[in-house]
């Protein structure tokens, strides 16, 4: 607004309208005659005509106009990169619509109806305002209120989040699984009085620097900015920076330096000129020039009547560029230091644009002086990988990115990602693996298995103590010649001497390295005295930088104290030279040995190799297991070596178990017994009976199916919650085409009138004998019509009739039916069979339960469950909102793999054990009997009556009392332990 000028900037601007600009092609855009003598101001003729035809300040993207053939009709736009990419032939989608590039002209795209055919989508190139600061100070808050609860008491944090954000459970965990482990990588969440810096090694041993900031995108933008230009002018070389909403990301080569430093690198009063200077080599500030210099008439947008072509603007608005800022144009290589901002409003204006609009240079302020009052505290964090938080910006777009290099050269791209299944594991990250310290420091020491190698060392090393000497280990059990005879032959061909420093240090040098520390300790013995390599004369402090950056190439992580005490110098001499090597990026300091107090340094090399050997320990604690490893943890999975108890324990195996089908007769004695200890029919009986669990005939029935209930009858047992899911999977019998009884039709007009009822109830109604309806019952059960209140009712119909005469005859007032409760139909689902996804992911969701990690070969004895095809893309579904991962965790399978997060610790574990021949034995008919499925060999028969014995994972032998079959070959001690594995019950 004019008014809000002053009287010199208003001066500028009308000088500017009257002067015009003096190009190439002559003077242009001056559209007033101004009398300065009277003070009076004219517009000149074309004047008028241009504010019409070119006024207005809303940015021209040069958009191409969509126009559909043969109608000629303005359909849409498309954005300029993407008009120019595309050639004619190629279809995409407007709306809802396909169409087909017929013609790209200039500014217009030519269409016609593609009828449906596959389009592309096309993309646009854009700005998008950043998130305002009353947002900012709500993610702030909610990051603080989450900080303190996380430290306080978890269960109150996922209360706050399902409570005060008003989320879904689901998404409420997952917001809090995402901030807990953030957390614990961080040990803090970023707030406004909280910046938290965070650096890593990505798989090509460079550098990555985040900043954790939720002051928006305005703020971080600008932030990001200064601080590259910094990094630029103090490591001088150009490096790759982004910034969003809530970090800030500098992807940085060979250099290092203290992660707390980069605070200090910005202050309030200087952060202007250097963001000044920052955002002129920025790609905002061409585009921005731009649309000023539109709004500003200075490159009109029209001219006779017509569009002028985005290629004309883009080279006006350079042609002025050079005009009135010549040295934003100019060669990098002839500015001797920062570009000289002119006095021009337009200049002024793109400057103010850049640095109140797309950025916000007030807030960046207010943020230098909370660190520099110390209101806003920094917390470092050296970490292994990538945090949680990292992720957003590590895989941000072009939108994010604040320098010039392509999407596809980004070195963001370089950085492993990890899923932390846990918050511990989150934790972790932050520590670097002890064997990994250990292993980098015995590869860096040089072997010296003859003389020759024992001088290289001593000439990479700079030199050797005595002690270190002494003790290099000799590789392998070849006889190599002692340390001790090496130096010999070396000191005999004057190549070596042993120097002895005036505190008494004995120290093995090389002649290639003797002149640096004769410079260093003028005064030191040699034996033998031997001539040193001529050489040049530097000063002491660059001889001592040269002698500890060589020490530092072979011994990892050290502290000044342990590298001064050989020479007997001070920590403050070697810390001023360790000092000069972190600056020229050769060595790193921080806290690395795990617990170690002190501050550490490391060659920057050695500290990478030894985070991807972290990374990798890590990586192969989830490497694929052998398939008898799988079956080893699938048997503690189950439980099967450590029964639960109780009833809270059954119910939990019946979750396991639930929707599979076995063999009446086995449920109770050969699998329910193996998993609870002790095993109690009541507690089942009552869990039937108070609705969590039902048992029913799921497999479809076929011809050949006895009539009868009996022990071979397959039963399942399902949580009553889940009915309708199982039953849309094998759905109800169709009574029109099962044949039954007489009596069974009675029973069922019974229980379809009356609903459920007890044993004596239907025989009243129906008439007939205790026998008969026992025999119905059996016939309906086994048909999969109708179950009861308590699993007394299917124990009954498949105990033999001699062991129910035998119990009656003890007990005359024994009443088995009385204690099955009541006997009702199986009701058809009431849920919409339309809505397939909601039962596929029931069952899914249980078969993970059941096996931990689910693959497709592992299902191959399950029935009537879904498709693999609709149980993968519910696992992907899974696997993307976090509640399970994918990967390979079991070797020999091809399909993919899907664990949950408590399976894939109990498998590390598990692969971790030692094999001690343990004897695992199971029914045969058991859902873990998966023999030449997950394991090699036949499979063998699911029956109630044989057992199988696993050792170690491995399946060795099957059978009965009478008849054992033995898969590999034993001998007769190990067969008897075998035989006796399968008879104790």
Not at 923 to 929: I, R
Request: glycine share 6%; proline share 6%; aromatic share 8%.
């Amino acid at each position: 607004q004019y008014r809000s000028l002053t009287l010199a900037q208003y001066t500028a601007v009308v000088k500017m309208l009257a002067d015009g600009y003096h190009t190439r092609r002559g003077r242009r855009s001056a559209y007033l005659h101004r009398d300065v003598v009277n003070g009076i101001l004219r517009p000149r003729k074309a004047a008028r005509l241009t504010a019409i035809m070119n006024g207005g300040a809303i940015p021209d993207q040069f958009d191409y106009d969509v126009i559909l053939q043969p109608e000629s009709l303005f359909i849409g736009t498309l954005n300029e990169d993407f008009a120019f990419d595309s050639i004619p032939g190629d279809i995409f989608q407007l709306g809802n619509t396909s169409y087909r590039m017929l013609k790209i002209d200039q500014g217009k795209v030519f269409v016609e109806d593609a009828h449906g055919q596959p389009p592309n989508i096309p993309f646009w190139f854009g700005e998008a305002p950043g998130r305002s600061h009353e947002l900012s100070v709500a993610v702030s808050d909610l990051n603080a209120t989450m900080d303190r609860l996380l430290d306080c008491d978890e269960t109150a944090a996922r209360q706050f989040i399902c409570n005060e954000l008003t989320l879904p459970p689901a998404a409420a965990e997952q917001l809090y699984h995402y901030l807990a482990t953030a957390k614990a990588a961080l040990t803090a969440l970023p707030t406004f009085g909280n910046i938290i810096f965070e650096r890593f090694f990505d798989e090509t041993g460079d550098f990555h620097f985040v900043v954790h900031s939720v002051y928006g995108s305005r703020v971080n933008k600008a932030w990001g900015l200064a601080l590259r230009k910094r990094f630029c002018r103090r490591f001088n070389f150009e490096l790759q920076a982004a910034a969003d909403d809530n970090t800030i990301v500098l992807s940085l080569g060979p250099t290092s330096f203290p992660l707390r430093e980069p605070a200090d690198y910005l202050k309030s009063g200087s952060a202007e000129a250097v963001l000044v200077q920052a955002l002129l080599a920025a790609p905002m500030f061409p585009t921005r020039w731009r649309w000023v210099a539109n709004t500003a008439l200075a490159v009109p947008r029209n001219r006779a009547g017509k569009k002028v072509p985005a290629y004309f603007q883009r080279n006006d608005a350079e042609d002025l560029v050079a005009v009135i800022f010549p040295e934003q144009l100019a060669c990098f290589e002839n500015l001797p230091g920062d570009r000289e901002i002119p006095d021009h409003p337009l200049v002024e204006q793109t400057l103010s644009d850049c640095l109140h609009e797309l950025m916000d240079l007030d807030g960046l302020k207010q943020l230098l002086r909370g660190i520099e009052d110390g209101t806003v505290t920094i917390v470092t964090r050296d970490l292994a990988s990538p945090s949680p938080l990292s992720q957003e910006i590590i895989t941000a777009k072009a939108y994010a990115f604040l320098d010039d290099a392509p999407a596809e050269e980004r070195r963001t791209l370089a950085i492993q990602q990890r899923r932390f299944d846990s918050i511990q594991e989150a934790a972790e990250i932050g520590q670097l693996n002890p064997d990994a310290i250990v292993r980098v420091r015995l590869e860096a020491w040089p072997e010296t298995r003859d003389h020759d190698e024992l001088h290289d060392a001593l000439v990479i090393l700079g030199f050797m103590t005595e002690q270190e000497g002494l003790a290099a280990p000799l590789p392998g059990n070849t006889p190599y010649p002692s340390a001790s005879d090496k130096l010999a032959l070396l000191q005999d061909d004057r190549r070596a001497t042993v120097m002895t420093l005036p505190h008494g240090q004995r120290l093995w040098v090389a002649a290639e390295r003797l002149h640096e520390l004769q410079m260093l300790f003028p005064n030191a013995h040699l034996q033998p005295a031997i001539d040193a390599i001529p050489a040049d004369n530097p000063p002491p402090e660059i001889l001592l930088r040269e002698i500890i950056r060589s020490r530092m190439e072979g011994l990892g992580p050290t502290t000044a104290t342990q590298l001064g005490e050989p020479l007997g110098l001070a920590p403050s001499s070697v810390n001023q030279a360790l000092s000069t090597l972190e600056q020229q990026g050769i060595v790193i300091q921080g806290h690395f040995t795990p617990g170690a107090m002190t501050i550490e340094w490391c060659e920057r090399g050695l500290l990478a190799r030894i985070h991807r050997y972290t990374l990798k320990q890590l990586r192969n604690e989830i490497e694929p297991v052998s398939p008898a490893d799988f079956m080893r943890f699938l048997f503690r999975w189950h439980g099967l070596h450590d029964p639960v108890s109780g009833e809270t324990g059954l119910a939990q195996v019946l979750d396991q178990l639930e929707g599979f089908n076995l063999p009446a007769a086995c449920w109770e004695a050969g699998i329910l017994a193996k998993r609870i200890k002790p095993y109690f029919a009541s507690d089942l009986d009552q869990l039937c009976t108070s609705g969590r669990f039902v048992w029913l005939r799921l497999k479809k029935t076929g011809e050949n199916s006895p009539r009868s209930a009996g022990k071979a009858t397959p039963i399942a047992l399902v949580s009553r919650s889940h009915m309708d899911y199982w039953h849309q999977l094998p759905p109800l019998p169709d009574l029109a085409q099962t044949t039954l009884s007489g009596n069974a039709l009675k029973v069922l007009a019974v229980l379809k009138q009356w609903g459920a009822s007890f044993f004596q109830e239907i025989i009243r109604e129906t008439g007939l004998l205790k026998t008969q309806l026992e025999e119905t019952l059996g016939e309906l059960v086994a048909n999969g019509l109708i179950t009861s209140d308590s699993f007394q009712g299917l124990r009954t119909l498949v105990l033999p009739q001699k062991i129910l005469h035998r119990r009656s005859k003890r007990h005359p007032s024994y009443d088995p039916m009385a204690a099955a409760g009541r006997w009702s139909l199986l009701r058809p689902s009431q849920r919409d069979v339309a809505d397939n996804y909601g039962h596929v992911e029931s069952v899914a969701c249980t078969l993970l339960l059941r096996y931990g990690v689910v693959f497709r070969k592992v299902l191959d004895r399950e029935e009537g469950i879904p498709s693999w095809r609709e149980l993968l893309y519910v696992y992907r579904r899974l696997e993307a909102r976090g509640d399970v991962r994918g990967g390979r965790f079991v070797q020999g399978f091809a399909s993919e793999q899907f664990a949950s997060p408590e399976a894939l610790r109990l498998l590390k574990d598990t692969r971790k054990q030692e094999k001690t021949a343990v004897l695992t034995v199971l029914s045969t008919a058991d859902p873990l009997n998966l023999t030449g499925i997950v394991t090699s060999g036949d499979r063998v028969a699911s029956s109630s009556s044989q057992r199988l014995v696993y050792r170690d994972g491995v399946p060795v032998a099957y059978g009965s009392r009478s008849d054992i079959h033995y898969l590999q070959a034993f001998d007769a001690d190990h067969q008897w332990q075998l035989r006796s594995a399968l008879l104790v019950k």
